[in-house]
Antibody, heavy 122, light 107 residues
Framework: EVQLVQSGAEVKKPGESLKISCKGSGSTFSSYWIGWVRQMPGKGLEWMGI????????RYSPSFQGQVTISADKSISTAYLQCSSLKASDTAMYYC???????????????WGQGTLVTVSS | SYEVTQPPSVSVSPGQTARITCSADALPKKYAYWYKQKPGQAPVLVIYKDSERPSGIPERFSGSSSGTTVTLTISGVQAEDEADYYCQSADSSDTWVFGGGTKLTVL
């Protein structure tokens, strides 16, 4: 079974940039997709995007396209979520999760990381 | 933007059956998936491909589909089932979308 361990909580100031990580173990990292989900305080889940570390094929939600960058380094089984020019409204919990595929019945999140809390405040 | 619609809340007494619906235009052509999230915890997949149950998920959780609506059914609800439940599907461009979530309250 896959285990995902995310980097620790972050406190940032408006305008700063952020890069959080998600390290996979327990299975072949390049054989599944890794996605990112935002959950603002007291709100629902939002799909941000997903990457296939095997070939770096990346898809973004239109809501987050251009606002974030998803990347992966398969040599160290780690995916990343990068955000620049942070705003207070970026304060949220960010989850990574694995998916067996992207479409055709495989587009869902199977295993989740523990979440990374990001606080943006002056 | 594509909308996946769920009721904000559902209440049920212990031992009764809870039904949570999810509606979206593309559901006749796209699968739906369900996640359970308890406060302070990461979500957990409870149903995939409309009606399949992952290993480790109790049999009281089931899913069904009819037209533009899918339904998560929890039979014999227990106190531990109280949580937020999210439906997830995809639009015609395969962009994944979550529903707004349904808070299940066990009375």
């Amino acid at each position: 079974e896959v285990q995902l361990v995310q980097s620790g909580a972050e406190v940032k100031k408006p305008g700063e940039s952020l890069k959080i990580s998600c390290k996979g173990s327990g299975s072949t990292f390049s054989s599944y997709w890794i996605g990112w989900v935002r959950q603002m305080p007291g709100k629902g889940l939002e799909w941000m995007g997903i990457i296939y570390p095997g070939d770096s094929d990346t898809r973004y939600s239109p809501s987050f396209q251009g606002q974030v960058t998803i990347s992966a380094d398969k040599s160290i089984s780690t995916a990343y979520l990068q955000c620049s020019s942070l705003k207070a409204s970026d304060t949220a919990m960010y989850y990574c999760a694995t998916s067996p595929g992207y479409s055709y019945g495989y587009g869902y999140f199977q295993h989740w990381g523990q979440g990374t809390l990001v606080t943006v405040s002056s | 933007s594509y909308e996946v619609t769920q009721p904000p809340s559902v209440s049920v007494s212990p031992g009764q059956t809870a039904r949570i619906t999810c509606s979206a235009d593309a559901l006749p052509k796209k699968y739906a998936y369900w996640y359970k999230q308890k406060p302070g915890q990461a979500p957990v997949l409870v149903i995939y491909k409309d009606s399949e149950r992952p290993s480790g998920i109790p049999e009281r959780f089931s899913g069904s589909s009819s037209g533009t609506t899918v339904t998560l059914t929890i039979s014999g609800v227990q106190a531990e089932d109280e949580a937020d439940y999210y439906c997830q599907s995809a639009d015609s461009s395969d962009t994944w979308v979550f529903g707004g979530g349904t808070k299940l309250t066990v009375l």
